[in-house]
């Protein structure tokens, strides 16, 4: 199946800084990509829709300035969490269409700890 | 967006078939149905996906009533490593975010 690798798969930061994660579609263009977050025992919450050369949409709740998307690629999308918290502390996950029939792909995920 | 309903938690002997079913009763005329396995610090890996009837590949088989309201995932012969939790979820296009309900989560016993 189709590819999506994510970089870092761990990162601890320090709290007030700001750290990147980052979305690859190896495979394939997606023109459209997810991110989510995921806490322990929990399911995934969608935060945003990454539109490629556009604006991300994002979920009601979800603040875009502070979890900053952007997809310059057809095969990139970055997310930044910004003057971060331990709050943030949590497992972000993406994911991409591949444009062929219905199918999204997820990445591997990228654990993210706030000290 | 359609919402899916699973049952929490299901338990299972290894070799023995399983099968989760997921109601979907808002499903839309464009949506399809796709199930994914997630194991802990893992994203959710594809499983199998469906419009109608019957669909399955080396991995399961994938169960669509003609009203498309419900679906079941039946894993053949599971194994330990099968212990996972498994989401259902419907959605019209690549291009659509899957919103994710509570999955449920299988454990396999030896």
């Known amino acids: 199946g189709a590819v999506v690798s994510q970089h870092p798969s761990r990162v601890i930061c320090k709290s007030g800084t700001s750290v990147k994660i980052e979305c690859r579609s190896l495979?394939?263009?997606?023109?459209?990509m997810f991110w989510y977050r995921q806490f322990p025992k929990q399911s995934l919450m969608l935060m945003a829709t990454?539109?490629?050369?556009?604006?991300?949409?994002?979920e009601q709740g979800v603040e875009k300035d502070k979890f900053l998307i952007n997809h310059a690629s057809l095969t990139l999308s970055t997310l930044t969490v910004t003057s971060a918290h331990p709050e943030d502390s949590s497992f972000y996950i993406c994911?991409?269409?591949?444009?062929?029939?219905?199918?999204?792909?997820f990445g591997e995920g990228s654990w993210l700890t706030v000290v | 967006l359609a919402k899916t309903t699973q049952p929490i938690s299901m338990d299972s002997y290894e070799g023995q078939e399983v099968n989760i079913t997921c109601s979907h009763n808002?499903?839309?005329?464009?949506?399809?149905i796709t199930w994914y396995q997630q194991f802990p610090s893992q994203g959710p890996r594809f499983i199998i996906q469906?419009?109608?009837t019957k669909v399955t590949n080396e991995v399961a088989s994938l169960f669509i009533p003609a009203d498309r309201k419900s679906s079941t995932l039946s894993l053949p012969r599971v194994s330990l490593s099968d212990t996972a939790v498994y989401y259902c979820?419907?959605?019209?296009?690549?291009?659509?975010?899957?919103?994710f309900g509570k999955g449920t989560r299988l454990s396999v016993i030896a």
């Open positions: 469906g419009y109608k």
């Open positions: 990454s539109n490629e050369g556009s604006k991300a949409t994002y």
């Open positions: 994911s991409a269409g591949t444009g062929f029939g219905n199918t999204i792909y």
């Open positions: 979820l419907v959605g019209d296009t690549g291009n659509t975010p899957l919103v």
């Open positions: 495979d394939f263009q997606a023109t459209t």
């Open positions: 808002n499903i839309a005329t464009n949506d399809y």
